[in-house]
């Protein structure tokens, strides 16, 4: 076993497990390629499973019994919340229905949450002037998203010979309109029917297809954007009009303020019960520190 916590050996998949979780996380957010973080990532996984095991110590230790009742209210809230019993545990992985493991783990659920409620303890009462200072101090949380107005002209395959053919009808069409077209109406003599759509209106980063709102969101009003493609056709794009990110009026997020400092509140007596666990925890890795190994050489 290659981590021993407070006397309880983790078994060996359960870190591979979370190695997994942790290094596909940063995967995801392209912030790692191949193998060159994995030990690090081993720390992460470690550091989080120690995490997981304290907190599971520490809420036995501060409710060893949890009655059935409680167990049984939050399977059926559980339960209705998935739908039903079937896609519950269609949810969780479980193929066949085993409530003696199912009522185990929520058993670790309610007991977790008492402990949680405990060391939180009643939620703080901001104050006006708090929750006006918190607004002043996050007000980059607080904005209206940046919209762009757009206009564009676009083709497709149909009708054409070849792709290049389209490419070259639209750079014909982008040197007009460098040279002083108008746009809207250069967009209407090349529109294929009276359904496409010229004018997009305004929207928001996430409302669009990615590879148009890159082109788009990059240009300047009035700017032509070169000729680009996506999954339906090559475009030419315009921006008519932009609105910057404003301020929201406090009063509108005033309880999305309140929610945030509650949160805060929270992780920083959850980040306190975590440190103090550590600090009085035995700890023992196994493991041979790769890092320190390398740097000996």
């Known amino acids: 076993m290659a981590l021993i916590i ?38 992460y996984a470690k550091d989080n499973i120690a995490s997981r095991v304290l907190l599971n110590q520490e809420s036995m230790r501060r409710f060893p019994t949890i009655s ?45 949450d008492k402990m949680l409620g405990e060391i939180y303890g009643p939620d703080p009462d901001f104050t006006e002037v708090e929750l006006k200072a918190a607004y002043e101090r996050d ?26 053919e389209v490419f070259k009808s639209m750079r014909e069409l982008r040197s007009q309109l460098l040279a002083g077209a108008d746009f809207m109406k250069l967009a209407e003599e090349n529109r294929a029917d009276d359904q496409q759509q010229i004018d997009l209106g305004w929207f928001k980063r996430g409302e669009f297809m990615e590879e148009f709102e890159v082109i788009a969101f ?24 932009r609105k910057a990110p404003e301020a929201i009026p406090f009063d509108a997020v005033k309880e999305a303020v309140r929610q945030r400092l509650l949160e805060a509140h929270k992780d920083a007596k959850f980040n306190e019960l ?24």
């Open 139 to 164: 007000l980059a949380l607080y904005m209206t998203e940046e919209m762009i107005h757009v206009a564009h002209i676009t083709k497709n395959l149909q009708g054409a010979q070849s792709r290049n």
């Open 68 to 112: 059935e009742e409680d167990v049984t209210q939050r399977l059926e809230k559980l339960i209705e919340a998935a739908g039903g019993e079937d896609q519950f545990y269609l949810n969780i992985g479980m193929p066949f229905k085993d409530e003696a493991i199912v009522r185990e783990n929520v058993q670790g659920g309610v007991r977790l």
């Open 6 to 43: 407070n006397g309880e050996e983790i078994d060996d998949e359960v870190i591979e497990g979370e190695f997994r979780n942790v290094k596909g996380h940063y995967e995801r957010m392209l912030q790692v390629a191949c193998c060159e973080r994995d030990q690090e990532f081993r720390g």
């Open 218 to 241: 990059s240009m300047g009003e009035g700017e032509i954007s070169p000729v680009f493609t996506t999954q339906l056709g090559f475009h030419l794009c315009t921006v008519l009009g």
């Open 274 to 297: 975590i440190a103090q666990l550590k600090a009085e925890a035995k700890i023992e890795d196994t493991d041979p520190d790769e890092t320190a190994e390398n740097a000996g050489h």
